[in-house]
């Protein structure tokens, strides 16, 4: 018998992550999208509807104020404090919460933090047109982030005079890092660019 064994299938790449057309109505379909779940997960949709609201709030935060308008304030996913931002309501959203307990003997302050998913979600949304680019943007439709792409994004804060960046973001662009992509040549890049 012959032809019972075929060619090895060529292996599967994993698809890079594209935002699509960004514009207010593209914006405020993706909301319709993201707003029409039961939860609130982090993927591809969710990721494509935070990188496009910080790309037109960074630029004209009015336009995205308006596509944004129908967020309700009283969600607890973390949403609330960007329909916080979009409605010009103040945002005292902490994610992290400071008590003074009593451990026997004194008493000591205690901080519960947050999930790094809720807290970089809150933070950002209610900064999100301070950012120039949202640096735990996918790289790759898995989620993940190649080396080139985080050091880009971060030489634009730099480029653009960012002293500091939202932490909760770039700890989650850290847990993103593909770090078994990353190639000698992307080293070699990498070093170049801390040099500059």
């Known amino acids: 018998m012959q032809g019972l064994w075929r060619e090895t299938p060529k292996l599967w790449e994993v698809p890079r992550f594209e935002i699509g057309e960004v514009s207010p109505e593209n914006l405020t379909d993706l909301l319709a999208v993201i707003s029409d779940r039961k939860e609130y997960i982090d993927d ?17 935060p009015d336009e995205a104020k308006i596509s944004l308008s129908g967020i309700t304030i009283n969600d607890s996913s973390g949403m609330s404090a960007l329909g916080r931002w979009a ?11 400071k008590t003074n307990e009593w451990n026997g003997e004194k008493e000591v302050l205690k901080i519960r933090y947050s999930g790094l998913v809720y807290t970089r979600r809150v933070v950002l949304f209610e900064s999100i047109d301070k950012w120039p680019c949202i640096l735990s943007t996918p790289s790759y439709e898995d989620l993940s982030i190649s080396l080139p792409d985080l050091t880009d994004r971060l030489i634009r804060y730099k480029n653009e005079n960012f002293l500091y960046v939202a932490e909760p973001d770039l700890q989650f662009a850290i847990t993103r ?4 992509r990353i190639t000698k040549e992307d080293k070699k890049v990498f070093g170049k660019k801390q040099m500059a």
């Open 177 to 180: 890092l593909d770090i078994e």
């Open 87 to 97: 409605k010009n309501i103040e945002n005292n959203v902490c994610p992290d919460s």
């Open 44 to 60: 591809v949709a969710f990721e494509r509807f935070i990188a496009m609201a910080n790309n037109i709030a960074h630029k004209n």
